[in-house]
């Protein structure tokens, strides 16, 4: 039976295994999709304001120089100066956080791949302890049987009544 002990005592390990890995999983996806969001984020960030530069560089320019109002075309100018470095930044940063994220990506496979390893793990001591019954079971089952057939032997030669 002590081997038995040892065996619970490691299904037991392996349970706790189990967990860890599953809340590690969870903690994993959790960043994943925070990561996720940042990027949606970003990418709708710098949208707009390429928008904004476009709508600049198209009609309000054209409107400035059609009414040859110097100081709105230098206005413009200016402005669209600015939102070209902001939208640089923005490319810059969300380069950043698309790397962060597939590096997630990566931590996630991890994750389920360790999620995996420890559920067959469990399973593998499961089944030992299972063979371990079933050997008991039956190794119990043919002690009864030996006894039985002594027993019965013992009566048909008239030594046990």
């Known amino acids: 039976m002590h081997g038995a002990d040892k065996l619970e005592t490691l299904l ?6 189990v967990e860890d890995a599953t809340r590690n ?10 990561r996720r969001q940042k990027c949606e984020e970003l990418g709708k ?10 709508e600049l560089r198209g009609s309000a320019r054209f409107d400035a ?14 402005y ?6 902001q939208v640089s930044g923005i490319e810059g940063l969300l380069a950043e956080r698309q790397e962060e994220y597939r590096r997630a990506q990566e931590h996630l496979a991890m994750a389920h791949e360790d999620l995996v390893q420890a559920r067959v793990e469990k399973g593998k001591v499961e089944k030992l302890i299972s063979n371990r019954r079933q050997s008991e079971y039956l190794a119990e089952e043919a002690r009864e049987e030996t ?7 013992a009566r048909a030669r008239g030594t046990v009544k």
């Open 12 to 17: 037991r390990a392996r349970e706790v295994a």
């Open 25 to 34: 999983l969870r903690k994993v996806e959790s960043v994943l999709e925070a």
């Open 45 to 54: 960030k710098k949208s707009r304001l390429l928008a904004q530069l476009n």
């Open 65 to 78: 120089l059609r009414v040859g109002n110097v100081n709105m075309v230098a206005s413009v100018t200016h």
């Open 80 to 85: 669209v100066k600015r939102l070209v470095q």
């Open 147 to 153: 006894l039985l057939d002594e027993v019965n032997s």
